[in-house]
């Protein structure tokens, strides 16, 4: 006595994870995040009359999948360490006499200058030793979201 399939008279359902998907997902499903398929041809008992059923569960789906370990051609996976503290600008003190000269490249960063009313404000520092040509960029965004810059250079 030979085995006979059910009749499959509509086609096949594709159920991705228990969530019933369009049959063209089949083209973009990375193979390499499938954990398993089953082709279930009584698709009846999973409540689908006279059609197959495509079982399809993805590594997602395992709660214990490490996707760390996966590699991917063309992805590097890496953790990011989170945000960092915004620092404090080191100021010398300028009432002391220094040993050294003064040589330094920034010679004043500031994250949090707030303008008056009209978009004015006032910024003091003091530039190095070193004579030249200073570039001062001004870089800011406004309440409403809008971005701003300007660059101006002077001769020490």
Not at 48 to 67: D, E
Not at 75 to 100: D, H
Request: aromatic share 10%; proline share 4%; no cysteine.
């Amino acid at each position: 006595m030979t085995k006979r399939w059910p009749q499959v008279t509509e086609g096949f359902v594709t159920l991705v994870d228990g969530v019933q998907m369009g049959n063209d997902y089949l083209q973009i499903i990375a193979p390499d995040e499938v954990e398993s398929i089953d082709i279930v041809m009584e698709g009846m008992k999973l409540g689908f009359l006279n059609k197959g059923v495509i079982v399809i569960n993805t590594k997602r789906k395992n709660s214990n999948h490490n996707y760390s370990k996966d590699a991917v051609a063309g992805i590097t996976t890496f953790n990011l360490k989170g945000y960092a503290k915004i620092r404090e600008f080191y100021v010398p003190k300028y009432n002391v006499k220094l040993s050294k000269p003064d040589l330094r490249d920034v010679v004043y960063w500031n994250p949090n200058i707030v303008p008056y009313d009209k978009g004015k404000t006032m910024v003091d520092f003091r530039n190095a030793d070193s004579s030249g040509t200073y570039s001062v960029v001004i870089e800011g965004i406004t309440v409403d979201g809008r971005i701003g810059r300007n660059l101006f250079r002077y001769i020490v």
